[in-house]
């Protein structure tokens, strides 16, 4: 099991209460797998993503990885299980305007001297893994916004992830784009065996899941029969 949530809660404080963003919840995610998350707006899709990714500890319960405890790291173990295990992909892609497309995937690289020829060809293979290799030099702005969101998936590859999350990864594509991302997100899935977890608002994304979870109010809601089929132990509490 690449991840294992136990009894997982995040509360969040605010001026007059605090919300149970993520609440009691438990679940395995299998190596290999294409988990995807749908929910109301502020069912808590966000918050679970972060706290996936190493950006956000959970308030209580327990998060394992590979077997080990994440929310046992310090900051700084933390950082590195970011930087060696995950990719994220935002719906506003967070692309550097000032840089080329292949120099926003050359500093994202998690090797010394970034402007080095091996980190070239690195980017460059990246860029033709999502075809855009005849794009390596354009900058964000004089890219469409499916082009800009295929830099950022390359970017999020960079460092050959065993876990890339998305959130929201299509919100602002049309339909046509939008399906184009989601067969570029299915095949590295299938192809680089890496595990993805993506949060939509689109039942049409949604099925491109192997295993769909619903969220509602910080809690699973239910469970796509074939989530159950394909292996999926999840706990309700
Ligand atoms: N930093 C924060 N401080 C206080 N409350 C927060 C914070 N971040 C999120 N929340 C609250 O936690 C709940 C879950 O938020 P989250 O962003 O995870 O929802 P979401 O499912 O991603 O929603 P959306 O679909 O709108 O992106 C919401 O009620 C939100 O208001
Ligand atoms: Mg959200």
């Keep these: ?12 404080q ?9 609440d009691n919840l438990s679940l395995d995610i299998p190596k290999g797998s294409f988990v995807t998350i749908t929910g109301a707006s502020g ?3 966000t918050t679970l993503l ?5 950006l956000l500890r959970p308030t209580s319960g327990k998060m394992s990885y590979n077997g080990s405890e994440i929310n046992l790291h310090n900051d700084d173990n933390l950082a590195n299980f ?10 506003s892609f967070a692309l550097v305007p000032y840089l080329t497309a292949i120099e926003n995937i050359m500093i994202a690289l998690n090797v010394k001297g970034n402007n080095t020829t091996e980190n070239r060809k690195r980017a460059l293979e990246l860029l033709e893994w999502v075809g855009l290799e005849d794009r390596t030099t354009h900058y964000p702005k004089e890219l ?3 082009q800009q969101q295929r830099v950022a998936i390359a970017r999020a590859l960079a460092n050959k992830p065993d876990l890339l999350l998305a959130d929201e990864p299509t919100g602002n594509l049309d ?3 939008s399906e184009e991302i989601l067969g570029i997100l299915k095949e590295i899935n299938l192809k680089q065996k890496t595990t993805v977890v993506m949060v939509t608002h689109s039942p049409m994304a949604a099925e ?3 295993t769909k979870i619903q969220l509602k109010d910080g809690k699973l809601h239910n469970l796509d029969s074939n989530g159950i089929k394909l292996n999926m132990k999840v706990l309700i509490n």
């Design 208 to 210: 491109f899941g192997d």
């Design 82 to 91: 970011r930087s060696k295990h995950v990719g994220f992909v935002m719906q």
């Design 1 to 12: 099991m690449l991840i294992q949530l136990k009894n997982l809660t995040k509360t969040y």
């Design 175 to 177: 339909p046509g784009l």
């Design 43 to 45: 069912s808590g899709k």
């Design 14 to 22: 605010y001026h007059d209460g605090i919300i149970n963003a993520v």
């Design 144 to 146: 469409s916004a499916g």
């Design 50 to 54: 972060l706290i996936l990714g190493g």
